[in-house]
């Protein structure tokens, strides 16, 4: 059974750090691409940045040059560091592991909430 588990969110004022950690178990053989999302009150889940299974990074302009997203392949767990955050920030985060080979298969973390407010 996959399990993908986040940890590392919390309540931070405006201008602070935190880190983001997903460890994923049960995972099958393949070759993936992980990644986070996240989610605001009343708005959609959006792309907050990708890393695949080469190294390759992609972020949401909102937060290129603040957040940073590290891999560890071989412990399949992946890291999301966020800086200068700000209330803007304020969201769901969600990891999600998406295998591209063999075969297309999505899995994403229960959520863990970040808070920027002073």
């Known amino acids: 059974q996959v399990q993908l588990v986040e940890s590392g969110g919390g309540l931070v004022q405006p201008g602070g750090s935190l880190r983001l950690s997903c460890a994923a178990s049960?995972?099958?053989?393949?070759?993936?691409?992980m990644g986070w999302s996240r989610q605001a009150p009343g708005k959609q889940r959006e792309l907050v940045a990708t890393?695949?299974?080469?190294?390759?990074?992609n972020y949401a302009d909102s937060v290129k040059g603040r957040f940073t997203i590290s891999r560890d392949s071989a412990k399949m767990t992946v890291t999301l560091q966020m800086n200068s955050l700000t209330p803007e920030d304020t969201a769901v985060y969600y990891c999600?592991?998406?295998?591209?080979?063999?075969?297309?298969?999505?899995?994403w973390g229960q959520g863990t909430q970040v808070t920027v407010s002073s």
């Open positions: 890393i695949t299974n080469g190294g390759s990074t």
């Open positions: 999600n592991f998406k295998r591209t080979y063999p075969s297309r298969l999505d899995s």
């Open positions: 049960g995972l099958s053989f393949g070759i993936y691409t």
